[in-house]
């Protein structure tokens, strides 16, 4: 039997590691891709939004669960898998900063959207 030089071994895995390394998608890309992490942030956030201007009652807050299960199905995923992608991104400074770029880009077109009605019913 014949053996297989270490060196050829070493060389077999660096370049087989260096596939996972040089990637252009990133750890968090693989689990949630960056536009549908903006956009479900987006519907978190007007959600967030929306509860917050609501008077206080119980029939909210007992809601406020489905809502957000609402988004999670919206768009097919489970809370954990939001989470998890959450937590990758939180720790990649420029994702994060390209996603609420997003998000507050999105944002402050449904206000714009919201403003034109307003001055439209006027």
């Not at 519907?43 to 299960?69: K, M, T, W």
């Not at 954990?80 to 996603?99: G, P, S, V």
Request: glycine content about 0%; some cysteine; proline content about 2%.
């Amino acid at each position: 039997m014949k053996k297989i030089p270490l060196t050829f071994l070493i060389i077999f895995v660096l370049a087989f590691s260096a596939c996972t390394w040089f990637s252009s998608e990133n750890e968090c890309e693989q689990q949630l891709d960056r536009r549908t992490m903006a956009n479900i942030l987006t519907d978190v956030f007007l959600l967030e939004s929306q509860i917050s201007n609501q008077p206080a009652s119980l029939e909210i807050r007992d809601s406020v669960a489905h809502y957000y299960a609402g988004i999670f199905d919206k768009y097919e995923i489970s809370y954990i898998e939001f989470e998890k992608a959450y937590e990758c991104y939180l720790l990649d400074q420029d994702n994060m900063a390209w996603i609420m770029d997003e998000v507050l880009s999105a944002i402050s077109i449904q206000q714009s959207k919201l403003d034109e009605k307003k001055e439209e019913s006027e």
